[in-house]
């Protein structure tokens, strides 16, 4: 694994590790000792979707591998801007599902909040790659707007901070937030998508894990681990930092070609998940996003390999797998 970048992790904050990402693919080739035959694929596909990651997930990459299935996720490539027939900027039809700035409304009883349009890591096969954030990103003042339409509608029980990356906002505004949410009484459930946790553990700060705790909700957080070698000694300590503060930990995986398609890989992602204190949730067939295409794998594979780790793990670490469909009133099961 890489031993140095070109910030001293130990020494940064959360924020100033987040603002000090590898944003250039020149920097990040030469920090990986990598073949720069690599560069004018990755500008190209850089060009596209931006570069973004934090020096803390850099660490983990092995340098001069060009495989390493963390590269991978987040390595522009010139195949990003080939047309697939099948996939759009706009997959699961989300903009359809957008009736206030900042709120998307999808499946019965929950809705989902766009708290921030950042994420800390631009993952290549991200199904928001494309996603209108400039007209949802609301501020506090401008916030009234989707908390008007969950205090209307009482079949609403749960709300899901997304983004982007909600954990990229700041703890004093997601405590607003949160302070506004536990006003409307038929609120039950706060859920958190993250992957934070993973790809910058610092950002799980004592002010983040009093918001987190010290709320009438029940709360939830569900990470994006794709691979084992995500999980490293800090990932793990923060992941149990969260657990100590009664916050239920669930991850979701998106199955990648080259990168988790292997049975062994996803075994020893569940195993690994819950030495860390989080229970695999849901495998996820691709979103067919416009520059993702060769991440794709075939239902037959995905239901094969489903099938063998029913067959090795107990039930408890099998993710379910599924499909997100446009206007489908669930996951789809696969």
Known sequence: MITGSATTVDSLSWQEQLATSIRDPRELLQLLE?????????????GDFPLRVPAAYLQRIEKGNAN????????????????????????LEEQSSNPAPGLIHKYHGRVLLIVSPNCAINCRYCFRRHFPYGDNKPGRGEWQQALDYIAQDSSITEVIFSGGDPLAASDRQLQWLVEQLESIPHLKRLRIHTR????????????CLQWLGDNRFHTSMVIHSNHPNELDDSVDAA?????????????????????????????????????????PYYLHQLDRISGAAHFAVSDQQARQLHQNLMTSLPGYLVPKLVRETPYAPHKVPL
């Open 34 to 46: 990598l073949d720069p035959e690599l560069l004018e694929g990755a500008l190209a596909g850089h």
């Open 68 to 91: 390493d299935p963390l590269l991978r996720q987040v390595l522009p490539l010139g195949t990003e801007l080939l047309d697939t027939p099948g996939y759009s900027t706009d997959p």
């Open 196 to 207: 934070l946790p993973v790809v910058i553990p610092d950002r799980i700060t004592d002010n």
């Open 239 to 279: 992941l149990r930092r969260l657990k100590k503060s009664n916050v239920t930990l669930l991850n979701q995986t998106v199955l990648l070609a080259g990168i988790n398609n292997a049975q062994d890989t996803l075994e020893r992602l569940s195993e690994r998940l819950f030495e860390c204190g989080v229970l």
